[in-house]
């Protein structure tokens, strides 16, 4: 992927950390599965299926703690 997309972990505030956070989760998806097409399919089982909601939730929740660290707990 050539585009940058990815400039800093850094953000002003934690709910901004949890949108990237969320990014982080989705371009994972997306540098894993490349195909919108085939992504377009599968977007139809896990958005209805309990446990791939809570696997996505904890693969967000992993990239949360990355970014709070970087960002010291946005702290001061
Ligand atoms: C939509 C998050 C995994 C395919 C979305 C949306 C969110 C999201 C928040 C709604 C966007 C909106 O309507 O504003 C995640 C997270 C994932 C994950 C956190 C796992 C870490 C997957 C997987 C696939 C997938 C495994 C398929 C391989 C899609 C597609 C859409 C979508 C096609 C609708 C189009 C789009 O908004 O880009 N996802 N997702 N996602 N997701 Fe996922």
Redesign the pocket.
């Known amino acids: 992927m050539s585009h940058m997309w990815l400039e800093s972990l850094i953000t002003e505030n934690a709910q901004q950390g949890f949108e990237l956070a969320?990014k982080l989760?989705?371009m994972?998806?997306k540098y894993t599965?490349p195909s919108?097409e085939?992504?377009?399919k599968?977007?139809s089982s896990?958005?209805e299926n309990a446990d791939s909601l809570i696997?996505?939730?904890q693969?967000?929740a992993i990239n949360f703690q990355t970014v709070a660290a970087a960002n010291n707990y946005w702290r001061s």
Do not use: H, K, N, T
């Open positions: 969320m989760s989705r994972g998806v599965q919108d085939v992504r377009g599968l977007r896990y958005e696997a996505s939730s693969v967000v």
